[in-house]
């Protein structure tokens, strides 16, 4: 293998490729990127074994290709290096005793390598109709629900983000049994295969750096034990979480004994301020008490002070509500919804409080209440 | 006490308060910050014993103000509070029980106060002719020294930076006893009295952060065992560290066997890629070759690898050198020095390697080198 590229374009890939890396990995060839280069051009690929990446530099991307082949080097010190190196050219040589002999003008270096053959297989293979999405929308489900997974390694199936399609929808879940969020995206196209997995929140949010905020597409492709993302240059491959996902449709109720409306900024303020004087221990508890068109938030910490903030709502009928929740799993909750005005559904002090935006049950969100009163 | 402020005015100044607080003190007053509302305005301030901060809202800055008076209120909720408020009027007032009643249109805070008698005495001082200096050139000299300063408690006048001031230069030294930073700057009055002082550097990036990059003017007092400096609306207060710092001014060579010319750039990249194959536990250590015109820099990693980088350098005679030395602290001295070309200083190989800026003994920093020949 030997061939000369542009700096910024080699670290561009290698800034993909790194991030399927997991330094702390004890199996060496996995801390390491793969360079394929082929008559189409340039492949890097890296794995931990729970997600894999590959990222492809065309062959008129490279300044000059003098012979094929294939290395695996250090994924740290070839990063590294190319990050500190000049934007000029970069010669790039595989040399006897499996060595990769990185030059420029004025630098020289010299990287063991390991052995190409000892580099995992990273199985991606494509399904005839995958499902495909806008890469902006990918992002938005990822913040609007992987906030609601489990951090407890008590039940795995709630690490993950649960995916259900079916009937051209497609229903992204998370929850850790203390609140919910659920997400409903309809699929463009009408031949998607029925399918419901479980994809682990870590590999979701390296999957969610990679993606950009343009309106460009992305490809899922959905297998039993994996699935496989494409755009732009790239193929990421995640494990998925075996187990069953509970269902949660009969959590949110269809009927309310009280609806409000409230202003976005208006209310995140009053919870956020409100925090200030609740602490972990106590599960940041504060409570909420509606009176006529307002409501008072209301928190302490006994040994240092108490506050109360005033907001203004729209109740659908008479009925009042006085409730006590987590104030961060309600900024939470909040953020997710992107609308001036937000929803709060009430079913009394003890059932399961909901969050949507007014005319759209696209986004919905439930926070249990805790017991004070 | 009672009075009005803009959430904005307030803040600013909370934020200078916030720094003379530790939040992890034993005792609950020292993290707290009093408030004193004079007849001119308002006080506040804040200690951790080692260091203290004052500030000074002009009365005219202050919206309104009902009757005088001074309270005691932990530090992280008030600020944290007044953070979190929008940018309108705040009301303070201090009711019965000694509480803090906090309130805006729609908030109501209420804090608990610490017993106001307890707040230390900041002893804030002035001497009559304290030195003056622009507080750009004040943090110039941190920039070029404090990083040279020892983090290990085994000699503790090490850990600070020495400031001694005779004939009207004011000389400045840091040193870990493996290298020395040393900065001098003409002081622009002529009466100033001799002194010699340690400040800790912990206190003095303390005060870096609060000073800003205007050419404005800071006041210098010097005493015995504290330092309080006062610029804008603040006064800062530091101990000093008691002993006597090392007479370094021996350190420095007047004769040289070999000085050259480098470019600043060129050879801050070359020490900074030839770093990435050196590791602690082996000192950082990379070797420095000179041939002619040419230097050679190289390090290595047995099991990563190796790395040789050429530079340029001019050099005052036929001598060559081969030495090694710790590759971050001569990135931390190449970095202090603030000029296009760096000139490097050797007489052979075990003995210190000098940086300065050509034409300029403002700055010389000092690296021991290390025996690898």
Redesign the interface.
Same mark, same amino acid.
């Given at each position: 293998m030997k061939f000369t590229i542009n700096q910024n374009i080699l670290l561009e890939h290698l800034n993909y490729a790194i991030r399927g890396i997991s330094n702390k990995n004890l199996r060496p060839v996995l801390n390491c990127i793969k360079f394929e280069l082929t008559e189409e051009g340039l492949h890097l690929s890296s794995t931990d074994n729970e997600i894999a990446i590959k990222t492809f530099i065309e062959k008129n991307e490279i300044q000059k290709i003098d012979s094929l082949g294939e290395i695996v080097v250090?994924g740290k010190?070839i990063y590294?290096?190319v990050k *500190? /190196?000049?934007d000029e050219l970069i010669n790039l040589e595989e040399v006897i005793d499996s *060595? /990769?002999y990185i030059t420029t003008e004025?630098?020289?270096?010299?990287?063991?390598c390991n052995n190409a053959t000892e580099f995992p297989d990273l199985e991606l293979e494509y399904s005839k109709n995958p499902i495909i999405l806008n890469q902006k929308v990918f992002k938005t489900i990822i913040n609007q629900t992987g906030f609601a997974a489990s951090v407890s390694e008590t039940r795995p199936v709630l690490t993950g983000i649960n995916f259900k399609i079916e009937d051209n929808i497609m229903q992204c879940t998370a929850t850790d049994s203390y609140r919910l969020a659920v997400k409903k995206v309809e699929l463009p196209d009408e031949n998607i295969e029925n399918a419901n997995i479980i994809i682990p929140t870590r590999n979701i949010n390296e999957l969610y750096k990679l993606l950009n905020d343009d309106e460009e597409n992305m490809e899922m492709h959905i297998f039993a034990n994996k699935v496989i993302y494409k755009f732009g240059s790239l193929t990421m491959l995640t494990r998925v979480i075996s187990g069953t996902y509970p269902d949660t449709s009969k959590l949110i109720p269809n009927e309310y004994e009280l609806t409000m409306t409230v202003n976005f900024n208006?209310f995140f303020?009053?919870i956020?301020?409100a925090s200030?004087?609740t602490n972990e221990a106590d599960k940041n508890t504060i409570k909420f008490q509606t009176s006529g068109n307002q409501a008072i938030i209301s928190s302490n910490i006994p040994?240092?002070?108490?506050?109360?903030?005033?907001?203004s709502v729209t109740k659908d009928n008479d009925n009042e509500i006085k409730i006590a929740f987590n104030s961060k799993f309600m900024m939470d909750s909040i953020r997710a919804l992107e609308s001036e005005e937000i929803e709060l559904k009430f079913n009394g002090e003890i059932k399961p409080i909901i969050l949507k935006t007014p005319d759209n049950d696209d986004v919905i969100q439930l926070i249990l209440p805790i017991r004070t009163y």
């Open positions: 250090s010190y590294e290096i *500190k /190196l000049p *060595k /990769l004025n630098s020289s270096f010299t990287l063991n208006e303020g009053a956020d301020r200030l004087l040994e240092i002070g108490n506050v109360e903030e005033k907001i």
